[in-house]
């Protein structure tokens, strides 16, 4: 994979599943009622679509969201998903989200092998700033971290998404893993174990 210039990186995976379908930029177009060159800077350039963008290509191409875009998780920006993880936090539900410290080296390091500067840590600012209101809902917990970035961890009960970090490829470039937790297995309770170490040491975020 190739830089495109200013930290933009090409959505490999995007342009390869067009190809094993046998379709074009302009037929996912023309499918997703976008302009031809929307598309094409979502390969080129590694552009986020919309969030019902994203719905109707993965649909179109029959895999999942996540696996097209890794980091298209963009929790903060989604109000709806807000409103789901208040909501649950209200009637009982465990609430956890653990950020890399903006100011911390490790997140520093992070943006630099990935190539983008200080992108990692403005881009953690922003899903603070963006999810305030979460973080003044009962029942959610919010904590700030200081170790490697070694992949990102998105769970819910006994599903785990894991999107592994390779040095010099940006998180939507790199493979993510779709892991259930079973009773005696152990490779969703490694990654889960060590989300509990790490929270053990990392520091509460107020809500303010």
Do not use: C
Request: net charge neutral; aromatic share 8%.
């Amino acid at each position: 994979m190739t830089s495109r210039g200013h930290g933009e990186m090409r959505n490999e995976r995007l342009r390869a599943l067009l190809l094993e379908r046998g379709q074009t930029p302009g037929m996912l177009a023309e499918a997703v009622q976008v302009d031809a060159k929307t598309v094409e800077r979502w390969i080129t350039k590694g552009r986020l679509p919309y969030r019902r963008h994203r719905f109707e290509v993965a649909t179109f191409l029959g895999v999942d969201e996540s696996y097209i875009w890794p980091d298209g998780l963009v929790l903060s920006e989604d109000a709806g998903i807000q409103k789901i993880f208040k909501d649950k936090a209200a009637a009982g539900v465990r609430v956890r989200f653990l950020l890399g410290d903006p100011d911390s080296q490790a997140v520093t390091d992070r943006g630099d092998g990935e190539g983008i500067g200080d992108i990692v840590p403005a881009k953690t600012r922003h899903a603070l700033a963006l999810l305030r209101p979460l973080r003044q809902a009962a029942g959610v917990e919010f904590r700030l971290h200081r170790t490697v970035l070694y992949n990102s961890i998105y769970r819910a009960d006994d599903q785990v998404l894991v999107n592994t970090h390779v040095f010099g490829l940006a998180a939507a470039q790199a493979p993510a893993w779709q892991l259930r937790k079973l009773p005696g297995g152990e490779l969703a309770s490694l990654y889960l174990d060590s989300f509990e170490r790490v929270w053990d040491t990392a520091t509460p975020v107020d809500g303010g």
